[in-house]
């Protein structure tokens, strides 16, 4: 469904899955069919959909942050895990302040015209 042209091709791919799949896991298909936010990021430009629908970029982060969690070994205090998370979230921010991630620069009118 990502990968199709637009939100009716999609709608279309997600139909013949489920007509594919419907009879070994109704429940699970039912409910996926019923998902509307599914297709949330169609209303997005082209250029940024990959991006949007994958969570590369969160997992990337995620997994470095536990690294560093894990090289700290203790804290006396649960605000100290706290503090030490934000410092790092701040850092990861002022690190990639700048950096224009791909397709975004193309559409950066487009989407401050949406927001």
């Known amino acids: 469904m990502r990968q199709a042209e637009n939100l009716q091709a999609a709608k ?3 139909a013949s899955f489920s007509a594919k799949w419907e009879s070994s896991y109704k429940r699970r298909i039912k409910n996926l069919v019923q998902m509307e936010e ?3 990021f169609f209303s997005f430009p082209t250029a ?3 991006t949007i629908y994958s969570t590369n970029l969160i997992e990337s982060f995620n997994k470095s942050l536990k ?3 894990r090289r700290k070994e203790q804290f ?3 605000g ?3 503090r030490f998370i934000m410092t790092q979230v701040m850092e990861y921010n002022d ?3 700048y950096r224009a991630h791909r397709g975004f620069k193309d559409c950066h ?3 401050d015209s949406m927001f």
């Open 109 to 111: 009118d487009t989407l």
């Open 48 to 50: 940024i959909r990959q």
């Open 80 to 82: 100290a895990l706290d």
């Open 67 to 69: 690294k560093m969690v």
């Open 12 to 14: 279309e791919r997600l």
């Open 38 to 40: 599914l297709f949330t």
């Open 76 to 78: 006396p205090k649960e």
């Open 95 to 97: 690190k990639f302040e």
